[in-house]
């Protein structure tokens, strides 16, 4: 008896032992937020006063920016690692220290979605180099790399947080958990909005090969040989979207302003047509704004405007991670930035003039387009508040048959344009995804898209001028017309083999100082 109580008791201890060991390795990993220190090895236990003293000596800089903000642009992250980052989603915590000094040296200063939301409906004016740091997922390294940054520097940061992820019982070695949340949106640097419930996820949308994001496609159901019917789809989002809204603020008792679309766009590319409608008014009608990922489906310039006055806005946002260095992030913050008139090309910065698709490269001051397929259409980031200006360029190569020259191009990609050809020119406008074509006339004998010949065209009001070396052609009113947006090049129906486009004397000026 004596033994089998002594065995027992045996087993008692191993069991409080190993009970022991794993909540030492549960407190390793979830106790971060409690203790207030790193105590994971995989986040940086940083010198909080030294880097306190480093930021002490940039100071404000942004205190004495006088101009307000015309437009703001927003950063995206995912992982800040303590290590060399593993792929174009990581920035170890060296490299996003580095930019975000950078950053603050130049003046540039975060706000908060309370102050966005109001510019963006013009009711709030903000400093120039205002930004807006945003990180996906809800990753721990998101927060414990990043947090004693944000805090010497005086910078906030948006968490788009997967709420099926971390409100949960099955507590993850990646997301932060309930309690970390709380202890992060005290901080008061952290604000915390919605990324999806349970949807952030790829699924096959066509056999097995390809995959797509499942809030914006239909679901496989393999037991039953078939995809999701429309109810079911709409049934399954909408509680998914409202599940995730509702937790947060519950959980954290706040109200849920924004949502981050997961992969960063509608699902342009999906097995369900009408999904993109679907979930942007879905989104759109719970939330304030919604933040999309540049590039987008007719959705241009990197940077957000104040519009006209509406319940919710679709905001842009660019993929921050793969900016490794500070002159690389601080390019393409420029390439975003609003550019004032008159404007000559100084063929620096490619991120200044964005593509849908293809590739842009500068040489002997000339730009080359080299398109995927048979057309490349490139446009001015920056140039979206332009009015009344005169465009013109000059052709350094003969390599495309058709070439327009847009303007006064919005974010929804509407514009007017002068299209020409060796044989015609016309006046188009596209607007709401519907061209029309307003004036078509012969080109002027002896000259072709070759090198040399210049194209150009004006507008001033609702008037649309087009000209070839000079001499105009078309004069025309137009209607309905955008009464401001920015440049573009259209070059299509490629001649040679290596397709390539080539032009030059990139000039923009606007009307009240062209003397017209």
């Known amino acids: ?21 794993f909540s030492i390795v549960l407190l ?19 010198d909080y006063e030294k880097l306190r003293a480093e930021a002490e000596k940039i100071g404000n800089p942004s205190a004495s920016i006088n101009e307000t903000a015309k437009s703001v642009f927003v950063l995206t992250y995912h992982i800040v690692s303590k290590d060399e980052p593993k792929d174009d989603y990581e920035i170890s915590y060296n490299q996003f220290k580095d930019n975000m000094f950078a950053l603050k040296r130049l003046g540039f200063q975060t706000v908060k979605l309370e102050d966005l939301y109001p510019f963006l409906n013009g009711e709030k004016e903000l400093p120039d180099k205002s930004f807006l740091i945003t990180f996906d997922d809800g990753a721990k390294a998101s ?15 948006v968490m788009f947080v997967i709420t099926g992820n971390s409100f949960t019982e099955n507590q993850s070695a990646y997301y932060l958990n309930e309690t970390e949340l709380i202890a992060v ?27 797509g994001p499942a809030l914006t496609n239909k679901l496989w159901i393999s037991e039953e040989n078939r995809f999701e019917t429309n109810q079911e789809f709409f049934t399954r989002v909408s509680t998914d979207l ?24 509608f699902g342009d590319k999906n097995n369900y047509a009408e999904a993109h409608s679907i979930i942007e008014n879905l989104t759109t009608s719970m939330h304030k704004m919604v933040f999309y ?42 390439g975003s930035r609003t550019v004032e008139l008159p404007y000559n090309e100084n063929y620096l910065n490619y991120d200044r003039w964005p593509r ?39 052709l350094d190569n003969d390599g495309a048959s058709s070439v327009s020259l847009m303007s006064r ?59 070839v070396n000079g001499y105009e052609m078309i004069n025309s009113e137009v209607q309905n017309m955008s009464p401001n947006g920015g440049v573009g090049v259209k070059a299509e129906k490629f001649v040679d083999a290596d397709k390539n486009f080539i032009f030059k004397d990139i000039s923009i000026v606007g009307r009240e100082s062209n003397g017209i």
């Open 1 to 21: 008896m004596k033994l089998r109580n002594e065995k027992l008791t045996l087993e008692i201890v191993a069991v409080i032992l190993v009970f022991s060991i």
């Open 28 to 46: 390793g990993y979830y106790s971060t937020a409690l203790l207030g220190e790193n105590v994971n090895p995989r986040f940086v236990k940083g």
């Open 143 to 157: 927060f414990y790399n990043t947090d004693q940054i944000l805090e010497v520097l005086n910078y906030t940061a």
């Open 185 to 211: 949106q005290k901080t008061g640097r952290w604000e915390l909005e919605s990324h999806t419930h349970e949807s952030h996820f790829k699924v096959p949308i066509e056999g097995s090969i390809e995959y």
């Open 242 to 265: 409202e599940k995730a809204k509702m937790l947060l603020e519950t959980k954290l008792n706040k109200e849920v302003t924004s949502f981050a679309l997961p992969y960063g766009d």
């Open 293 to 334: 990922q540049f590039p987008m489906k007719d959705r241009l310039y990197k940077g957000n405007y104040a519009g006209e006055n509406q319940d919710s806005y679709l905001v842009t946002r660019f993929a921050s991670d793969s900016f490794r260095i500070p002159d690389e992030l601080l390019e393409r913050i420029e």
């Open 356 to 394: 849908i698709s293809g590739q842009a490269s500068f040489r002997n001051e000339s730009m080359i387009l080299t398109p995927l397929e048979d057309s490349i259409f490139t446009y001015l980031d920056g140039s979206y508040l332009w009015e009344d200006y005169d465009f013109s360029i000059r």
């Open 409 to 467: 191009l919005t974010p929804f990609n509407d514009y007017v344009s002068c299209q020409y050809n060796d044989s015609r020119l016309s006046l188009v406008t596209l607007n709401e995804d519907i061209h029309k074509k307003l004036v078509s006339v012969n080109m002027p004998e002896n000259i072709t898209l070759q090198i040399g010949t210049y194209l150009s065209m004006s507008v001033s009001g609702s008037s649309v001028k087009c000209f």
